[in-house]
């Protein structure tokens, strides 16, 4: 591959993510930032740093790989007629242990119509206090309190190229100047329903080959980091006859993955370089609780590390991409993940270390 760069500008960016500007400045780089969106989520680009069309096109065949892998995993193992099943033998059972025939039908309607009405009292409830509680995040956390402590990336930083942003059921993505918003989340809606989803972002930053820091040893570490502010509430209902066990799942799953791009037989490849991901330790889970759990998100998050040997690189780009997902698993009527007010995501640029 020849060692012209995929980007197609060379000259310094600077902090060319508004995420990373302050307010004042927020309108200058309006125009540096292109926004869209599609079936899968919203798409954040960068328009200084264009790509070579056969890489861009390589690059949506990534994304379009990765949210039908996220599709496959979210794929729920007990299917419907399954739960339909083991609920109809849970009756079974009930009737047998107690020797009740003809009002088991009944006390099945009861408990469905009281679960319903249960879990519509908790969105309104949960939407209400939300409201009251709204603030702007970046009220709270303004870019002008931490431009003391922020050292603007030096030349061999990856620069920020894209983002694309997934959203769970009932959940929306926003960009704004201060970074990436997500508002709502899931909610299993249905009798003896459950729900396996996610929302977060990939983002895509790229080295040239021309500011590729100088190693002795050729190894070289990247330990990039986000910001993630806001909160999560998650409601775990309480056990139920027909739909068993009331859970409410959130885990937060970090990956980086250093790649560049080689022939293929229909156009420009991934081949990965490093990887590395990780389930965080920050996670809700309820279970049976019959109530809600708040959790406040970190604020500064390091991303899994990698190291790599520069000697052993192809000629051209190297690319990096970190993921940033909250996986979410629901059980029972009334179960769900919301975000409590929002949640927000912020990326940075950042420069791998000579080791």
């Given at each position: 591959m020849s060692t012209q760069s995929h980007f197609q500008q060379e000259t310094t960016p600077g902090l060319v993510y508004p995420s990373q500007i302050t307010a004042g400045e927020a309108s200058a780089c309006n125009g540096h930032v292109k926004t869209s969106s599609d079936n899968n989520g919203l798409i954040i680009e960068n328009p200084a740093q264009q790509m070579a069309s056969d890489v861009a096109r390589a690059l949506d065949t990534r994304r379009a790989a990765h949210i039908d892998a996220l599709a496959i995993a979210h794929e729920p193992i007990v299917t419907r007629d399954m739960r339909r099943e083991l609920s109809d033998s849970r009756l079974r059972t009930i009737s047998k242990l107690t020797g009740a025939n003809q009002n088991l039908e009944t006390l099945k309607g009861e408990l469905r119509d009281g679960a319903l009405k249960r879990s519509d009292q908790i969105s309104v409830q949960l939407s209400d206090r939300i409201k009251r509680e709204s603030l702007r995040i970046s009220d709270l956390y303004k870019w002008s309190d931490q431009m003391a402590v922020q050292p603007e990336p030096v030349d061999h930083s990856f620069w920020w190229a894209r983002t694309d942003a997934t959203a769970a059921p009932a959940t929306r993505a926003e960009f704004r100047d201060d970074?990436?918003?997500?508002?709502?989340?899931?909610?299993?809606?249905?009798?003896?329903?459950?729900?396996?989803?996610?929302?977060?972002?990939?983002?895509?930053?790229?080295?040239?080959?021309?500011?590729?820091?100088?190693?002795?040893?050729?190894?070289?570490?990247?330990?990039?980091?986000?910001?993630?502010?806001?909160?999560?509430?998650?409601?775990?209902?309480?056990?139920?006859?027909?739909?068993?066990?009331?859970?409410?799942?959130?885990r937060l799953f970090l990956r980086q993955t250093i790649f560049q791009f080689g022939f293929g037989p229909n156009g420009p490849v991934p081949l990965v370089v490093a990887d590395a991901r990780v389930n965080d330790e920050w996670h809700i889970r309820l279970k049976n609780l019959g109530a809600s759990r708040h959790g406040d998100l970190p604020g500064f998050k390091l991303l899994p590390p990698v190291t790599y040997n520069q000697n052993n690189l192809r000629p051209g780009d190297l690319l990096a991409e970190i993921e940033v997902r909250f996986d979410i698993h629901l059980n029972c009527t009334g179960a769900l993940v919301w975000c409590d007010p929002e949640v927000l995501l912020r990326t940075f640029q950042w420069a791998p270390t000579p080791l």
């Open positions: 970074g990436l918003h997500f508002f709502g989340g899931p909610k299993v809606n249905d009798y003896d329903g459950s729900m396996d989803t996610s929302f977060g972002a990939v983002a895509l930053f790229g080295l040239s080959p021309s500011r590729f820091p100088t190693s002795a040893s050729g190894l070289v570490r990247s330990s990039p980091h986000v910001e993630l502010f806001g909160g999560v509430v998650a409601h775990a209902p309480d056990f139920d006859l027909i739909q068993g066990d009331g859970i409410a799942e959130c």
